[in-house]
């Protein structure tokens, strides 16, 4: 006989796929299996007995006899005889107990063959065989999708990505924070021990494996500290896994081909059902028991009507019925399945019923070829779609990167990092990480935090454990904020920085600091936007003092005006944007420090010399070429410090001579070739700054800043140095690099404070040995050519290398 078990490739699919198949899909396999067991039992039968058995009939009885000779003389005269041969006489004996055909074996399977053939219905014979092809047809239809290219890729997928779902530690751990109450938890976790034996007991906790959490179909309860114990590989897996799913979702809700391929399978059942049905109902009263054979070989057999027996008539008669009863409840359930598949809309799958249970809120609901698996899954067990919705939720996969955050930045490690800024402030920077580590909030002697380039950060309420926090800086990172936490940084933030790209990312909640007193922002605004809101109002920032803007503002935003009253620093750091409309500086009556940087200024704004309380003022990288505006600047008596470097300044005006409050000047990368005797006439100034010009000469005046400390005029054009340079006794810094000199000239010895001097890049021969008298130079604050230095004294090149 033929074995089942060779017709199961067919049918044979992996066993993973079985999530895949719907209760009808297993009933109607179940169906083929029995039809296809009616098919092989009749095939076989087929091969292994005869088919049909056929006798001769008679022609027409020339008359009746009721004895023996007769009727033997009757059969003699329809048959034709050899002729009789001699025999030994012996008493005759006639004992006959049917028709004698003389027909030997050959001719009766000739006969049974042909009347086989021609006689009997093609339905009773071929019944089996197309029942054996019907039922293939049938499981090579509800498997055809495991097996076509373009599906099986995606069911294969699914069912790798959806069964690591399922057994992923991190999704028990997800759903065990969300499962409800503790008392609740501890009812069902007892519950779940009586209904299961599958749970295990270990030195952690209870764990549940994969089969228990079948039986569980409300909520998963695990054990807390089992859930916590998430190693580092599990932590990986599981954010690989979330990155899987989103590549697999974006790749499988373009199409719907397993949708398609899935309706078109059943329609094609549901027509073979009716195609079967139909002729097997016609055809079924076919099968006889007697058939009537009349077939024209008489001629060979000597006979041309026969009397048939099909043997496996009753057999075929009573399988045919049973066949049609199992095809038409498998046609009924194929009826089932197409009205599922329309009545339902399964190109659309909603998780609702998972975010009430779960808690999770964001679980999207998906669509496509996606949706449909989703709903085949339910099918099979619905606790396989909530397992897998945890990996779809962006608040699961942030809490995953948050432990996996944890245990890789300890509070061991973090404290390595921490160092001391500008601001003199302990400061912990934190760049391109996948979060904010928790374990930040464990180093309470943090002063500032820097963020940078990390995406969606979310400052918890545990910030408040930082008592020391003074300092955030956020460099192109997207943060949210707990309310407690706000509440702590209102009250305990005085510094913040913020570096964007767009508008949007700037922090809403920066607005209420109401202790701020220092907000640097950095990024770039476009015209339309600077034009109508480039800032929120600052107003309730009441303490804030400074304010640093490095964008490309065309003016001075509103929202700046609002906090000029209290305002006692301003930067615009414009990057090459002009900045026009200044006449709101005129508000800003409590302003020390000013600076307009790379703002394309031509000329001084005029509404700086309102400015009664200006102290410094730095116009760098600006486009000024005349400064006569200068004269203006004697009205701003606390002016000490002014900034006109990195410009196109041809000439220094005297009128500079009225500025006799300033401390610190600097016109340095400018174009200035002449420097008027009337500057050094502001004898109050210590930082002079000259280098990068065309300056060619230094007038003796100079020995009138008797406070002067620093002196540069480094790449400029200068020959010789005016000995009254060497009045100014408490010059600490001399830098005179990279001119035309070729003297230094002794007099530098009565420069007993000097500790830094440049004077490489001249031509210079020799050094003077007076360089020794300058005791608080050494070896470290001298810029000089190691060939120029050895030309001092070994005395003097011995005291400058001692510390």
């Not at 009727?71 to 012996?90: E, R």
């Not at 998963?220 to 979330?242: C, I, N, P, R």
């Not at 045919?320 to 038409?328: I, W």
């Not at 500008?422 to 935090?449: K, W, Y």
Request: aromatic content about 10%; hydrophobic content about 40%.
């Amino acid at each position: 006989m033929i074995p089942v078990t060779e017709f199961r490739q067919f049918s044979e699919q992996q066993p993973a796929f079985r999530v895949l198949k719907p209760w009808w899909d297993v009933f109607t396999d179940y169906l083929s299996v029995a039809m296809l067991m009616i098919g092989v039992f009749g095939c076989t039968l087929q091969v292994m007995q005869d088919k049909i058995i056929c006798l001769p009939k008679r022609v027409q009885p020339a008359q009746n006899h009721s004895s023996l000779s007769n009727v033997s003389q009757a059969v003699a005269s329809t048959t034709p005889l050899p002729p009789p041969k001699p025999s030994p006489a012996k008493p005759i004996t006639v004992e006959m107990k049917g028709l004698k055909t003389d027909l030997d074996l050959q001719q009766y399977s000739f006969i049974n063959q042909m009347c086989y053939e021609r006689a009997l219905h093609w339905y009773a014979k071929y019944f089996p065989y197309l029942v054996l092809i019907h039922t293939l047809v049938f499981m090579l239809c509800s498997n055809f999708w495991f097996k076509f290219p373009g599906s099986s890729s995606k069911i294969e997928h699914f069912i790798s990505i959806l069964g690591k779902c399922f057994d992923s530690p991190w999704t028990t751990r997800a759903l065990s924070e969300v499962s409800g109450e503790d008392s609740e938890e501890k009812d069902n976790r007892k519950n779940n021990m009586n209904r299961s034996n599958t749970t295990q007991s270990g030195p952690e906790g209870s764990l549940v494996n994969s089969q228990s959490l079948k039986s569980i179909p409300e909520k998963f309860v695990v054990d807390k500290s089992t859930a916590g114990a998430l190693d580092k590989k599990e932590g990986e897996q599981a954010k690989a896994l979330f990155e899987k799913v989103k590549k697999f979702r974006l790749h499988v809700e373009e199409g719907d081909i397993l949708y398609a391929m899935y309706v078109r399978q059943t329609v094609l059942k549901v027509i073979k059902f009716l195609i079967i049905i139909a002729y097997n109902s016609a055809l079924v009263s076919k099968v006889q028991f007697t058939v009537d054979c009349n077939v024209d070989i008489q001629d060979m057999t000597g006979y041309k009507n026969f009397s048939c027996n099909h043997t496996m008539a009753h057999l075929f008669s009573k399988l045919s019925f049973c066949y049609l009863c199992f095809v038409s409840i498998y046609g009924l359930t194929c009826l089932y399945t197409l009205y599922w598949l329309f009545y339902r809309s399964l190109r659309e799958y909603s998780f609702e019923y998972v975010r009430q249970e779960t808690g999770i809120d964001d679980i999207p609901d998906v669509k496509n070829d996606f949706a449909f698996m989703l709903h085949m899954i339910d099918q099979y067990d619905p606790l396989y779609s909530k397992r897998f919705a945890v990996f779809l939720s962006e608040v699961s996969e942030n809490k995953l990167k948050q432990l996996n955050l944890n245990n890789e930045w300890t509070p061991d490690k973090l404290r390595q990092k921490l160092q001391t800024n500008a601001h003199n402030r302990l400061e912990l920077p934190l760049i391109m990480l996948s979060g904010l580590p928790d374990t930040v909030f464990e180093i309470t002697e943090l002063q500032s935090l820097k963020l940078e380039i990390i995406k969606n950060v979310m400052i918890p309420a545990t910030i408040a454990q930082l008592d020391n926090l003074q300092e955030l800086s956020l460099h192109q990172c997207s943060v949210k904020i707990h309310s407690a936490a706000l509440s702590f940084l209102k009250e305990n933030l005085k510094v913040l920085s913020v570096k964007f790209d767009d508008m949007r990312e700037l922090p809403p909640w920066m607005y209420g600091l109401r202790n701020l007193e220092e907000l640097y922002l950095v990024g770039s605004l476009s015209h339309d936007i600077s034009r109508n809101v480039t800032l929120e109002s600052l107003r309730d920032l009441k303490s804030l003092k400074i304010l640093s803007i490095k964008s490309n503002v065309s003016k001075i935003p509103q929202a700046v005006v609002d906090v000029s009253s209290h305002l006692q620093k301003m930067c615009i750091h414009n990057d090459g944007t002009k900045l026009v409309m200044l006449n709101n500086l005129k508000k800003m009556t409590n302003l020390t420090e000013l600076e307009l940087v790379h703002c394309d200024l031509e000329r001084i704004p005029h509404a700086v010399f309102s400015l009664l309380s200006l102290q410094e003022l730095d116009l760098k990288e600006n486009n000024l070429k005349s400064i006569e505006e200068i004269v203006s600047f004697q009205h701003l008596r606390k002016l000490t410090v002014l900034k006109l470097w990195h410009n196109s300044i041809t000439y220094i005006p005297e009128h500079i001579k009225k500025l006799t409050s300033l401390e610190r000047l600097s016109f340095s990368h400018n174009k200035i070739e002449v420097l008027p005797s009337h500057l050094f006439l502001c004898n109050k100034i210590r930082y002079l700054d000259l280098s990068y010009n065309d300056i060619r000469f230094i007038p003796p005046e100079i020995g009138v800043l008797q406070s002067l400390q620093y002196f540069s005029i480094t790449c400029n054009k200068v020959e010789s140095l005016p000995d009254e340079l060497y009045f100014c006794k408490k010059l600490k810094t001399l830098k005179i690099g990279k001119n035309s000199l070729s003297v230094l000239s002794p007099k530098i010895g009565n420069l007993l404070f000097l500790s830094y001097l440049d004077v490489k890049g001249n031509h210079f021969e020799i050094l003077p040995p007076e360089l020794g008298d300058c005791r608080a130079l050494k070896r470290a604050g001298l810029v000089v050519e190691d060939a120029l230095f050895e030309t001092l004294p070994s005395d003097v090149r011995e005291q400058m290398k001692t510390e």
